[in-house]
C-alpha cells in the first residue's frame, strides 16, 4: 500500500499554469499517473511516467501543454496554457510494478490520491 498526497490546484484564467504535485510514500512506484474527473464526467487518463525507461504518456488533449516529470518518488504535472475545460478533480495513481494494461484505465491502479480541484474559469 503506498499513500499519495497531493498539492497544487486552484483557480486560474484561461491561459494560466497550474503545477500538480503527488508524493508517494509506502513503496517506490514503477508507474505513477494523473487522472482528472469533471463533474458528470468518465474519470481520464492524462499523463503517466514510468520510472525504469522514463517513459511519458498524454492524453491527446494535453500533448504539448502539459509535462509530467517525476523527482524520486513524487511526480509533478505542468500545466500551461489551461483551458476551461481542463476544469476537473485531478487524482494522482500509482502502481507497484504495473499497470498490466493501459496506462489510462482507472482499473488498473490500486492506489488513489485524495484529489485536488483543478479550475479554469474567467
Known amino acids: 500500500q503506498v499513500v499519495l498526497v497531493e498539492s497544487g490546484g486552484g483557480s486560474v484564467q484561461p491561459g494560466g499554469s497550474l503545477r500538480l504535485s503527488c508524493a508517494a510514500s509506502?513503496?517506490?512506484?514503477?508507474?505513477m499517473v494523473w487522472f482528472r474527473q469533471a463533474p458528470g464526467k468518465e474519470r481520464e487518463g492524462v499523463a503517466a511516467?514510468?520510472?525504469?525507461?522514463?517513459s511519458t504518456y498524454y492524453a491527446d488533449s494535453v500533448k504539448g501543454r502539459f509535462t509530467i516529470s517525476r523527482e524520486g518518488d513524487t511526480v509533478y504535472l505542468a500545466m500551461n496554457n489551461l483551458r476551461p475545460e481542463d476544469t476537473a478533480m485531478y487524482y494522482c495513481?500509482?502502481?507497484?510494478?504495473?499497470?498490466?494494461?493501459?496506462?489510462?484505465?482507472?482499473?488498473?491502479?490500486?492506489?488513489w490520491g485524495q484529489g485536488t480541484q483543478v479550475t479554469v474559469s474567467d
Open positions: 509506502g513503496y517506490s512506484p514503477h508507474c
Open positions: 495513481a500509482a502502481s507497484e510494478y504495473g499497470p498490466f494494461g493501459q496506462w489510462n484505465l482507472p482499473m488498473m491502479y490500486d492506489d
Open positions: 511516467i514510468f520510472a525504469r525507461s522514463g
